[in-house]
């Protein structure tokens, strides 16, 4: 605005640009044209996968890293487009984080059952109820021969009902299911909301 700015020599200005993500927008040219472009390459989520999973300690690596990032891939084309989901490396990395602490807690689970709890632990508790079909869908398409492994929330469910019951309150089944999820989002996530209708 014709005031002449000060910039010492060591001084860099960097922008770091990613258009396509959800809330970011391109530079405007009259400012784009002031800084010089330099391209990133996308980056390979199997190896990165593949890398985080034998960093956890799971010998079936290859195989999995495959089916996650595959699962992934597949929710980003099939699912509904929410402003709430995110299915890139974020995502991917979080849940190959929840697979090596449940695999820590849970010594004895098989390794691919571990990777379907975390899977379906930390997308599930966010899809909305006609991306539960597809979900469930996709995920016998990827693991046909296996079960998911039962939650032990007994306790945590008895506590729930009752709650419900002396704030007379409905026990509707949804509402005790979205308290169980929160529950356990809250155990993997630092950052947490809710959204859609009460």
């Known amino acids: 605005m014709g005031d002449v700015i000060r910039v010492e020599k060591d001084t860099g200005l960097f922008i770091t640009m990613n258009p ?7 530079l405007p040219d009259n400012l784009a ?9 996308v980056p390979d989520f199997n190896a990165i996968a ?7 300690g799971f010998k079936q690596n290859e195989i999995i890293s495959k089916k996650v990032v595959t699962i992934y891939e597949l929710m980003m084309k099939q699912l509904s487009k929410q402003d709430h989901y995110d ?24 390794e691919i059952t571990v990777i379907i709890k975390a899977i379906r632990d930390m997308n599930l508790p966010k899809f909305i109820a006609e991306d539960i079909i ?4 996709l995920f016998i398409d990827l693991f ?4 998911e492994p039962e939650n032990d929330n007994d306790e945590l ?7 419900l019951i002396a704030r007379n309150l409905d026990l509707n089944e949804n509402i005790v299911v979205k308290i169980m999820q929160l529950y356990e989002f809250k155990a993997t996530r630092h950052g947490n909301m809710l959204v859609g209708l009460t």
């Open 50 to 56: 593949k890398i985080t999973l034998m960093s956890e």
């Open 144 to 147: 046909p021969d296996c079960e």
């Open 33 to 41: 044209c002031l800084f010089r472009p330099v391209a990133m390459m």
């Open 20 to 26: 396509g993500y959800a809330g970011r927008s391109e």
């Open 157 to 163: 469910q008895i506590a729930i009902e009752e709650c």
């Open 87 to 110: 299915f890139g490396m974020r995502a991917v990395k979080s849940v190959l984080n929840a697979s090596g602490r449940i695999k820590r807690d849970m010594p004895d689970l098989d």
């Open 134 to 137: 597809l979900f469930d869908n």
